[in-house]
């Protein structure tokens, strides 16, 4: 089957880096993908990866390993308005994504 | 720019109810998708169009039924609610081909069946 696993939750504090991992099993890979879900609201688009490497976009940074179906979300210089859910999701053989339950982050003063 | 709209934002619905959520985007985007969301699992795919006149089964598509008549709109429709249908429902459109096709979201549909 296919599957994505992210840690549940994760404390860090403003100011500070929090890395979150991902790490999938999928039939086939065509990129993966990084949102942002604030309580109530829609997931927001954040990164995509397709090559293996890092990609930087300002305080977010994304890794992919596709050797070792992983991924990492790096967000830096931690702001309280970064408290979210992080949702990791894979887009597989027939172009469809497959979505992680994604990661909790608490940014404490 | 309205983006794509879900309405409505929210709702109770007696169970064995008919009710459909509706769902219209201005992008001129090919996909659309209809998923769940519930507390603990990832956003779980319900029904999907790849291009109008065109839909597909995602990995939970019982008890739902979809429509896409045009490229704008959406429908997701549950014929007769169960309570195990709460849950928040999301529609998203991306664009077809290309590589960094990433999925835009209504802001959700909050749907309580009791």
């Known amino acids: 089957g296919q599957n994505i696993d992210q840690p549940t939750e994760m404390t860090a504090t403003e100011g500070a880096i929090v890395q979150i991992n991902c790490t999938y099993q999928t039939s086939g890979f065509n990129g993966l993908f990084w949102y942002q879900q604030h309580a109530g609201e829609a997931p927001t688009f954040l990164s995509y990866?397709?090559l293996d490497g890092l990609e930087e976009k300002g305080r977010f940074s994304s890794f992919l390993s596709r050797s070792k179906g992983y991924s990492y979300l790096l967000l830096k210089e931690l702001q309280m308005k970064d408290s979210a859910s992080y949702l990791c999701a894979v887009r597989d053989s027939n172009y469809q994504l497959i979505w992680g339950a994604g990661t909790k982050l608490i940014i404490k003063p | 720019t309205a983006g794509i709209t879900q309405a409505p934002t929210s709702q109770i619905l007696a169970a064995g109810r008919s009710m459909t959520l509706r769902c219209t985007q201005d992008?001129?985007?090919?996909?659309m998708y209809w998923y769940r969301q519930d507390l603990g699992l990832g956003l779980r795919l319900i029904h999907y169009s790849n291009t109008a006149g065109t839909t597909g089964k995602g990995e939970v598509p019982d008890g739902y039924s979809v429509s896409r008549a045009n490229t704008d709109d959406f429908p997701l429709t549950l014929a007769s609610a169960v309570p195990s249908q709460t849950s928040v429902y999301f529609c998203?459109?991306?664009?077809?081909?290309?590589?960094?096709?990433?999925?835009?979201f209504g802001q959700g549909t909050r749907l309580t069946v009791v």
């Open positions: 998203a459109s991306s664009p077809v081909g290309g590589e960094n096709t990433e999925a835009f």
């Open positions: 992008m001129r985007h090919n996909a």
């Open positions: 990866n397709v």
